[in-house]
T-cell receptor, first 115, second 111 residues
Framework: DTEVTQTPKHLVMGMTNKKSLKCEQH?????MYWYKQKAKKPPELMFVYSYEKLSINESVPSRFSPECPNSSLLNLHLHALQPEDSALYLC??????????????FGPGTRLTVL | KNEVEQSPQNLTAQEGEFITINCSYS?????LHWLQQHPGGGIVSLFM???GKKKHGRLIATINIQEKHSSLHITASHPRDSAVYIC?????????????FGEGTQLTVNP
């Protein structure tokens, strides 16, 4: 299994809703990432997990809450989002954390719309 | 000025043409990644390189560390190559877990 899966593919939520995005990989990768991508822009790093521990939080608002329950699974919990949070949310994984030596494998993304 | 600059921003080619996309960066790096993003969102890693040249099928990537410049070449281009190509660099920071992305090059290959 050489892919990163993300569910759901599409999500529409209101500003008062609580929802979660899920990402899974079974390649034994030890680093997992959440990115946010707006239209026609490159991905922006949100969080990095290394060996199931949060190693980087790029000053992301607390309405986004990441969780790594085990080495294969990464969640992003969403609460009280704003319309400007509408974007494509991409998950990625890599064998190790040093991107000088490790390629990233990306999931297909979850397209989130906040009404 | 962005740390990673790509050119051109948009490129239209006819099927069969040789294509070059350029990436210049202004910081010290440990590696450079070329990524491909198709409409719909999925990103695929094409190359990771820190020196020299790599080839995979019709794709060739080169890097000149002294000149802080990399190129992605596509030979015998095909409409299925239409995508956004993104250059990203891994800096020299301790964690090494961040990539700095260029703005991307939108490539359209017409039949």
């Amino acid at each position: 299994d050489t892919e990163v899966t993300q569910t759901p593919k599409h999500l529409v939520m209101g500003m008062t809703n609580k929802k979660s995005l899920k990402c899974e990989q079974h390649m034994g990768h030890r680093a997992m990432y959440w990115y946010k991508q707006k239209a026609k822009k490159p991905p922006e790093l949100m969080f990095v997990y290394s060996y199931e521990k949060l190693s980087i939080n790029e000053s992301v608002p607390s309405r986004f809450s990441p969780e790594c329950p085990n080495s294969s699974l990464l969640n992003l919990h969403l609460h009280a989002l704003q319309p400007e949070d509408s974007a494509l949310y991409l998950c990625a994984s890599s064998p190790g954390t040093q991107l000088a030596y490790n390629e990233q494998f990306f999931g297909p993304g979850t397209r989130l719309t906040v009404l | 000025k962005n740390e990673v600059e790509q050119s051109p921003q948009n490129l239209t080619a006819q099927e069969g043409e040789f294509i070059t996309i350029n990436c210049s960066y202004s910081v010290g790096i440990s590696a450079l990644h070329w990524l491909q993003q198709h409409p719909g969102g999925g990103i695929v890693s094409l190359f990771m390189l820190s020196s020299g040249k790599k080839k995979h099928g019709r794709l060739i990537a080169t890097i000149n560390i002294q000149e802080k410049h990399s190129s992605l070449h596509i030979t015998a281009s095909h409409p299925r190559d239409s995508a956004v190509y993104i250059c990203a660099v891994a800096g020299l920071e301790t964690s090494g877990s961040r990539l700095t992305f260029g703005e991307g090059t939108q490539l359209t290959v017409n039949p």
